[in-house]
């Protein structure tokens, strides 16, 4: 399974080609327009989100309500687009644009550095494409493969673990909870005290026109053991794990159970002991490793953090030069979110739902849905007799 997208922020759509999926795959459109509205949400998102009513346009490899087994094509609307098409056009008038082209880079942006490597005068053409917008495409191509996980009983969950200072208090909630409670907080965070908390700390920083970071955490229930695969690293799922969660816009960081706290413990207080029962077969008493022992899982959920650094636009100046008059300026206002984070833990959720979907589809080859929801079954029932 892959997929390739393509679209500017500011341009007329997004498009996403999926390709590899089984064929009779029910596509709901819904729960995928739901996954784009879910992403849209959250508390300290800009005014962009207020233009923008996502949902996909179905274009191709889908009849009846379910997939042919041809690529599928969706689009997503840029609404904004009404507004900037005289400068996105692709043959609008040069001097339309020039009115509108941006000198100026801002630190922690793509700006200057793609400026340079693909010899841009005119860093909106860099802007463009390196906005984080991008991701509504991604999340559609993860909305789809959590159609294909639904099948075989696997379920994807998020949630905000700390925005800037304020860290949420670790609980140990059941699986439905977290979602219930992730889905009613403006924040995605589980821990009501903390919300409030990180609520204000979002007006103080959109107040003193700065931004805020954070770190989200997403858990996959129902896994069976064995994704990924040790023998080579390109196959070892949690390493292409980190590479989906790190190529989020803005995230520098992940990790994996306990995470970079292994670092400071002893063996004897990181590794999973073994267990067996008839009912369960092989199981771990703890999951400090988060799901996975050389680049597959274990059958336990799957628990990894990405750190999100705060967001690069801000009101407040911040040094940088002009690369036409090579002058010092301060400060570049553009319309920004203040904080992203409980956004990007959705973004998070379904770019892991993608990578565990392909891993599933490469243990579990199939042309139909069928055909992988009675392999993963079988080997599920070969796996307790093991
Ligand atoms: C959901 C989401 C929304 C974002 N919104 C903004 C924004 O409004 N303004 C901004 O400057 N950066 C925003 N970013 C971050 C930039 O896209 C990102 O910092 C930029 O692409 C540079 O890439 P890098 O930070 O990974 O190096 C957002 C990121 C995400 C995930
Ligand atoms: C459009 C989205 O996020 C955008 C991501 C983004 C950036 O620089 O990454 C900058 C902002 O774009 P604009 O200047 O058009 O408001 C955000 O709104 C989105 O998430 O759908």
């Given at each position: 399974m892959r997929y390739l997208t393509a679209g500017e922020s500011h341009g007329p759509q997004l498009t996403v080609i999926i390709e590899g999926l089984p064929s009779q795959l029910p596509f709901a459109k819904e729960k995928i327009d739901w996954q784009l509205q879910r992403r849209q949400k959250g508390y300290g998102r800009g005014r962009r989100m207020q233009i923008e009513s996502d949902q996909v346009q179905i274009l191709s490899g889908v009849r009846f309500g379910k997939t042919t087994g041809a690529p599928v094509t969706l689009v997503i609307e840029n609404k904004d687009w009404t507004h900037w098409r005289k400068i996105m056009d692709p043959y609008s008038a040069w001097e339309e644009a020039e009115k509108r082209r941006i000198s100026r880079p801002r630190p922690g942006h793509a700006d200057l550095n793609g400026a340079i490597k693909y010899g841009h005068r005119d860093m909106r053409d860099v802007l463009e494409r390196s906005s984080a917008r991008e991701t509504a495409a991604r999340v559609a191509a993860g909305a789809v493969a959590r159609l294909i996980l639904e099948q075989c009983g696997i379920q994807v969950a998020g949630h905000v673990v700390r925005i800037g200072q304020v860290e949420a208090k670790r609980v140990e909630?059941?699986?439905?909870?977290?979602?219930?409670?992730?889905?009613?907080?403006?924040?995605?965070?589980?821990?009501?005290?903390?919300?409030?908390?990180?609520?204000?700390?979002?007006?103080?920083?959109?107040k003193e026109g700065d931004s805020l970071g954070g770190i989200v955490e997403v858990i996959v229930e129902g896994v069976p053991i064995g994704l990924g695969s040790h023998v080579h690293w390109d196959r070892k799922l949690d390493a292409r794990i980190a590479q989906a969660i790190v190529s989020i816009n803005a995230f520098k960081g992940v990790e994996f159970g306990i995470g970079f706290e292994a670092a400071e413990r002893k063996g004897s207080e990181v590794h999973d002991e073994i267990m067996w029962s008839e009912e369960r077969g092989f199981y771990r008493a703890t999951n400090r490793l988060g799901g996975?022992?050389?680049?597959?899982?274990?059958?336990?959920?799957?628990?990894?953090?990405?750190?999100?650094?705060?967001?690069?636009?801000?009101?407040?100046?911040?040094?940088s030069v002009d690369i036409d008059t090579k002058e010092?300026?301060?400060?570049?206002?553009?319309?920004?979110?203040?904080?992203?984070?409980?956004?990007?833990?959705v973004v998070a959720e379904n770019v892991v739902a993608w990578e565990i979907a392909r891993a599933l589809m490469e243990k579990f080859p199939a042309d139909t849905v069928d055909e992988l929801v009675e392999q993963v079954a079988k080997y599920r029932e070969r796996t307790l007799r093991f």
């Open positions: 909630l059941p699986f439905a909870e977290i979602i219930e409670r992730s889905e009613a907080s403006p924040v995605r965070c589980l821990d009501p005290e903390a919300e409030v908390r990180m609520m204000e700390l979002i007006d103080q920083a959109k996975f022992e050389g680049g597959m899982t274990t059958g336990e959920p799957i628990v990894v953090r990405g750190v999100m650094k705060p967001i690069p636009t801000l009101y407040k100046p911040l040094k010092p300026f301060e400060a570049s206002i553009e319309r920004s979110d203040s904080c992203a984070v409980p956004a990007a833990s």
